[in-house]
């Protein structure tokens, strides 16, 4: 029999490694149990601390699932988990202009894609969604808060139409990655009406089920976004206006 014993010193990493190749691998599936943390110290020959660290990093990788007195239990990736992992990291990308300009484009590239199939597969029950957030939206204008909460309704209802959960959870932790963008953005002149036209030339597109249209419509609308953040820091805090985009 192989001697599984670490000996490194960062123990509960190599533990989780070795737990997470398991997984990976198919020795351990959806559903199992691991061992218990007693015959994981064994199987390594390490203490309950490192074993305990080990199942605390999986559980936050959203591989097991640990509860009080119960083994550890291995479950399929969660997206949001999975994700959210990424969002301190995100954060601190965002906090500078390159960041905030290459999330521009990630979110442009996102937003057209669900756009333009949102044009192709959107179902009649589909667009009376649609149509009812797009109103929603409407008689949100004036209202800063009802605003936001409805154009990201809104947004997000694209995202649903392909019927691919992952593109949801994906696009909505984008849009919270973006929070302090668009709390400058809602700063901006106007900005609720602005933001229903173009929202209201996207339904057009949608509901008409043309995906050029659609696309075209979804790129006005973030381009008028992303101008409108930068003219409104500018103004804000004259000693970044050198870093706004042309305007």
Known sequence: MTD???????????????????????????GDFLPSERALMT????????????????????????????RARVCAPDPAKILNELSTAA????????????????????ETGLAREAARRATPADIARLRERLLANEKAIGDRDAFEATDNELHIELARICG????????????????????????????????????????????????????????ASLNTVDRAYWSTLAKERPQDSERALPQ
């Open 43 to 70: 199987r390594f020959g390490v203490g309950r601390p490192s074993i305990r660290e080990a199942l605390f990093a999986l559980e936050k990788k959203g591989l097991v699932a640990l509860g009080s007195g119960a």
């Open 91 to 110: 954060q601190l990308y965002l906090s500078n202009p390159e960041g905030l300009r290459s999330m521009h484009d990630l979110r442009t590239l996102l």
């Open 164 to 219: 691919n959960p992952l593109l949801v959870r994906l696009h909505a932790v984008v849009v919270d990655w973006l929070a302090q963008q668009r709390d400058i953005v809602l700063r901006y002149p106007e900005i609720g009406r602005i933001a229903y036209e173009h929202h209201e030339a996207i339904y057009n597109a949608i509901a008409t089920h043309n995906p050029d249209r659609a696309e075209e419509a979804i790129r």
């Open 4 to 30: 599984e014993r670490i000996r490194k010193k960062k123990l509960s990493e190599e533990v989780g490694a070795r737990l997470e190749r398991d997984i990976a691998d198919g020795v351990l599936r959806v």
